[in-house]
């Protein structure tokens, strides 16, 4: 794909588009300015703010230094694997740090102002009322959506500005750097946010009987860090990658179906998302007859949505001919460019939309599933965990098929030419994101409130109706996170699907390359790229792939139910060695339980990581180019479904407990509220740890697909080198899964025996 | 595949298997006559078995009714499918009806001697001592286990023996009508089972505060008959499935590999396995120095693997020449036919070890895994639910690996050749089901000790020793119905990798007759069989696949959820009109409840029954032969996980129950029973409703799709007919779901409040 030409006036709308993408950043600054200017509260909640501050940084610092090693080592590996001229190879090690850093940095800005947003929002219902307090909380978020855009935008304006015809080597490493970060902050922040909750509640709540969110409590502080480190930073990172790497495949696959313009275009979709974010996060200003948070969020998303749908349609009558014939390079098709365009980004705008429907339909607390999940609790907690297993099933295939409806719909817009239909489903996935700027907002929005609401009833100073005001943010924000969750598997699924084109682009040229050792090795019915799943050797690609899928999900489960054992014996040594945290009159060494969650969350994240970026390379280098696709296959369909069914599941539980807190079925302390906690309890892990950190997962297994591809050609004839580099992967992997069962055997502190909340 | 002839040694050969086959039978009559001659104990328990009894057949006359439908039915609609010669589609038609009933009998015969072998293996703890309780039940279990090899091998023989080369097509017929009667059987036992358990306790013991099996209820009869109609006439329908199915395969790709020889080798390898059957059977005799009664089963089934093993070695060296040049048709590859088929059939008879030790590993209550939910007790049910969800997802992948590690290996035998790939996989599974006779009676050993169990207590006539020899007989089933769960799904994955040959060379054919239209809309590049997932369309049939299998799942959970529901009702309502029953002088009408339940367990299983047979119809007719096949490796892959997920996670948390009702972490009536309890029943219909139905489902999905494809191939070029068919098929799937849906707010009766056991 060299011998895409990107002419003058290309370059000069791609520069447009990377100063775009840093005006967001410029929106950015202003949101933390107006954020920053907002008051502060009491000094008790300055204080506590202060305390979850410095837990955040600390575990940032740690977090980075982790995968600070990754960051470096990987460059280098890169740089041994083949590609076009060195050149490209040097870029696509920068662009990859280049890629992890944006995401870190990504990442990192939502957290520092969702921990300075927390207070503000507290101290704004306490002082100037619901719309200010809920105008502060979405400002926040929007700082963390304006980075994600901004930086995703400019990073891939700027490998286009400089690699030009060579950009798709160059994005592949852009993309794995920021979708490798990502996972680590996922998996990270996902098994601290859950080890933190659990361990406090029960040293806490069940051994010391204080309340939750008491400041005595060591772990407390970690908790409210965690829904941060969780929610805030690992979520940013996740969709500054989906957008990333989303971008990655336009891009790719723009240059093979419409050449430059292709290309261009790509980017002009996006850009036109980032000036519909920032109306529509400015739109989210509540008015004084708006039913719900809820309401003045669905304005700004929709209004967003459509802006873009008009803009996009514009551009593409603009910008783009109407035959192929008239475009610079790219494929010859009967049938109209810009109609192809914009029923593709259409597409992904109308999936976004349903997506959204559909989640809330399964995860609000007024219909029906939750309403039928709640009154299982009357037959005890057995009934509530079926009827939510149930429900996460059933709708983790609705919305897999309203995925695979939008792929079957971009397809036909392919005209029969599978580079087109590709790229379709590509800009399918720049339409679902032309919308991202909002749902980061909206997503952030639910941790801060929660944070804030943490803070008030820690420092005792929010009370009344601005305690309520809060409360009812924080419902809002639990809605907007399964949505943000739902929105990022399917661009999981939409990447993936156009990555296969890159995927079949980059084999079919080494196998043109291969050398006779290696033709023979691949045989006849391989030589020309095929992932036929009849073959029996491809068959079990696709049977490993999905496997990894639920390792993966049963590892971060595990993974949790650990780390909440060392954190209670972390704070259990604590009371016993300060005696005056009781009274007072000793301060509980938060940092501690701060580090250990985030060491631990660090250690836990190794085996899962390792699970991610050597399993394509065993598979590759056992089995061979095809079966490593059809890896990447099962891999989509197991995890699309795996990570709604964890998400909803977890959803529906939370809320289910919500309505009977609101006082179905007894209320708070019935044996119907004791029933819907243990939903929840279950539902933690599933809905804030294992199921989202597949959406990076997928990106990654793919990503490193990509890149060994022409490697695992080429090798095809060297038995010895293929025997020794599976041996190699998966003897780490053996030992990384056995020392991580070994790690739960050593540190089995007894916990202590639960008892009824 | 027409042109394979059996010349008449091959044909002798053939008559040998199926006199041997029907010698099986005989000996199974000469079980039945073993097992009536023992004592029946006393009256009391006479009369509580005679009401299983009842109940029994009052569930196999509604059962056999509904089925009755389709029996009917899908003969007359398989004549419209186009097949080579009247001859061949009648005698498909005819197959399946037989196909049907053999599975159907096979199931009956199972049920019929196991509700009256459980009475007489009570009265034999009870008078005769442990080893002749357990000769009996073990024997109870042969009769169901001889039934099945000689009834799927006779059938296999027959078809083979009227039709010789035009077998293939005759022989799926026979495969879906033993696969859909099946599936019926296993959903409908699952649904029927749980629900009866389930519901008996809410009314019972929650309610009514009487003992569990106390024959006032009207629901506990229910419950007994479930454990027969689940765990014996279920799995013993579906393990014959398994095994017909597997024949089929084999005999089709050995046709295609090896010629007449290859035909004619597929039914020794299984001959061989009934006569080793036959010897393991008799060998579980307990001994006096036996640790346990596993030690006995597990001498059976190693000594008839063993056998197995030599003598088709044997065999093949006898009956196949050295070279491919010397079979009589097939294909010609420079390698040794015996080696090819010795070392496949050792490969399924070494997967079948296998999964017993790992599934051993993962579910006996000594092992690490059970030990670690047990202690996860200790912080109460979330924990135990958590940790029963990871151990399953992660055992599930390493019994997915052993199953494409056998696939591997088949394959490597194949020496390049896809065919004689696929035959070794075939081999491999009927390598794997030699031993599945000792299997069946392994496994219907559970049930029938559960039972006599349940009369002992119900009678209150054995006690002391007796009572304990029960106890131990009932905990050697659970291990032994776990393994059996395991073996049956790798059938179902070899089979359904095997059967892809038969779909290749189908749609292959039919490609070549398709008319230009029908060319026109497949498109060049599917012209050759092409089933390459990284094409859009062919992901989105991979997607559908594997979404299947999750809402099968999802809606066994909730039919089980909505039936035990209704049983509550039903079982109040004779408590309050007939006033009596509690004082003993007035009985309980039992069939009013086994009558509902049975009633249920059949209309619940039509929407999982109606998505199994329409849904490959609808991915078939509207997107083409290619995303049909990938649908089918979607089903395989999510299935095959699945099914171990369901069934290792439900094995789990029932053992983790009884290490704690042994005496752990407080035993009976303690905070951690109570938690490992939930676990349990979260448990029952993961392990005996979705989990055990998801192998005949891969097969009627698989079967379905293999006598569609010619009509898929043809109707490529309609639109008018595709777009019909799609719609009518998709609106009766969607009128299903939504009717299942609306059963449950309908019949949504108030269930108590549930209560600490």
């Known amino acids: 794909m060299g011998e895409v030409a990107l002419g003058g006036g290309d370059l000069f709308l791609v520069s447009m588009v990377a100063v775009i993408a840093l005006l967001a950043l410029a929106v950015a600054g202003g949101l933390v300015r107006e954020v920053l200017a907002a008051g502060q509260g009491t000094p008790r909640m300055q204080q506590i703010a202060l305390a979850v501050q410095e837990g955040a940084s600390a575990y940032l610092k740690r977090q980075f230094r982790t995968v600070g090693v990754f960051v470096v080592l990987i460059p280098l590996l890169l740089l041994l694997l083949p590609a076009e001229g060195a050149g490209v190879r040097i870029g696509r090690s920068v662009f990859f740090v280049l890629g992890a850093l944006f995401s870190g940095i990504t990442g990192f800005a939502g957290m520092w102002l969702a921990v300075r947003g927390n207070v503000r929002v507290a101290a704004a219902a306490r002082d100037a009322g619901e719309r200010t307090a809920m105008r502060i909380a979405f400002r926040t978020g929007g700082v963390a959506g304006m980075f994600t855009v901004g930086l995703g935008l400019f990073g891939a304006a700027l490998v286009v500005l400089v690699y030009r015809g060579d950009a798709p080597v160059v994005l592949e490493g852009f993309g794995f750097g920021a ?4 996972m680590f902050m996922r998996v990270g922040g996902g098994i601290f946010t859950k080890a933190a909750d659990v361990g406090a509640d029960l040293v806490g709540k069940v051994e010391q009987g204080i309340p939750e969110d008491d400041p005595r409590n060591a772990a407390t502080i970690a908790d409210n860090v965690g829904d941060n480190v969780g929610d805030c930073a690992g979520m940013a990172a996740d969709l500054f990658e989906s957008y990333a790497v989303m971008l990655v495949a336009a891009l790719i696959l723009g240059g093979a179906a419409f050449g430059a313009q292709g290309m261009v275009f790509s980017l002009l979709v996006p850009m036109i998302g980032v000036v519909t974010a920032v109306i529509g996060i400015f739109a989210v200003t509540p008015r004084a007859r708006d039913r719900s948070g809820m309401t003045a969020i669905n304005r700004g998303f929709f209004l967003a949505a459509a802006i873009s749908a008009v803009a996009v349609a514009v551009a593409a009558f603009l910008y ?144 009344g109706e601005a305690a309520a005001v809060l409360e009812r943010l924080d419902a809002v924000g639990n809605t907007t996170k399964a949505i943000t969750k739902g929105i990022a598997i399917a661009t999981a699924v939409l990447a993936a699907t156009a990555l296969f084109g890159s995927f079949r682009t980059t084999v079919e040229a080494a196998l043109e390359e291969a050398s006779g050792d290696a033709q023979r090795a691949i045989g006849a019915a391989f030589l020309d790229f095929n992932l036929s799943v009849d073959q029996p050797n491809v068959l079990i690609g696709l049977l490993v792939g999905a496997s990894v899928v639920f390792l993966f999900s049963g590892l971060a489960i595990m993974a949790v139910g650990r780390s909440a054992g060392r954190v209670v014996v972390e704070v259990r040594e604590q009371f016993r060695t300060k005696p005056g945290i009781m009274d007072f009159s000793e301060r509980p060494d938060y940092d501690r339980v701060v580090d250990l969650c985030t060491r631990d969350a660090q250690r836990e994240l190794i085996t899962p990581g390792l699970l991610a970026i050597l399993t394509p390379i065993a598979v590759g280098f056992a089995f061979g180019y095809a079966p490593l696709g059809a890896f990447l296959a099962g891999a989509i369909a197991a995890g699309a479904l795996m990570a709604v069914f964890l998400a909803n599941s977890g959803g529906a539980w939370d809320n289910a ?36 950190a597949i959406n990076p997962l997928i990106k990654v297994m793919n990503l490193v697909s990509l890149l060994i591809a022409p490697a695992v050609v080429a090798a095809a004839g060297d038995a010895v080198l293929r025997a020794g580099v599976t041996i190699v992967v998966v003897a780490v992997l053996v030992a990384a899964v056995v020392a991580s069962r070994h790690r739960g055997a050593a540190t089995g502190a007894p916990l202590p025996r639960a008892t009824r909340r």
């Open 657 to 692: 407990k919500k309505v009977v807190e609101d006082g179905s079925l007894g209320g708070k302390g019935s044996e119907a509220h004791a029933a819907t906690v243990i939903g929840d309890t279950v539902g933690d892990p599933f809905k804030d740890t294992a199921g989202p």
């Open 320 to 463: 783009l001919p109407s035959t192929f014939a008239e475009l610079d390079g790219g494929v010859r098709v009967d049938a109209d460019p810009r109609l192809v365009a914009i029923g593709a980004v259409l597409t992904g705008i109308v999936l976004a939309g349903a997506i959204q429907l559909l989640t809330g339909y399964f995860t609000e607390t007024n219909r029906k599933p939750v309403q039928e999940v709640t009154q299982s609790a009357r037959t005890g907690p057995a009934t509530v965990i079926l009827s939510g297993v149930a429900l996460g099933l059933e709708s983790a295939v609705y919305s897999t098929l309203l995925i695979a409806g939008a792929i079957y719909g971009a397809f036909l817009l392919g005209s029969g030419n599978t580079t087109v239909a590709l790229f379709a489903v590509a800009l399918a996935g720049t339409g679902l994101l032309t919308t991202v700027g909002v749902i980061v907002s909206m997503d952030t929005f639910g941790p801060v409130s929660d944070n804030a609401q943490g803070i008030a009833e820690m420092s005792g100073d929010v009370n």
């Open 179 to 182: 979708a490798l970060l990502a």
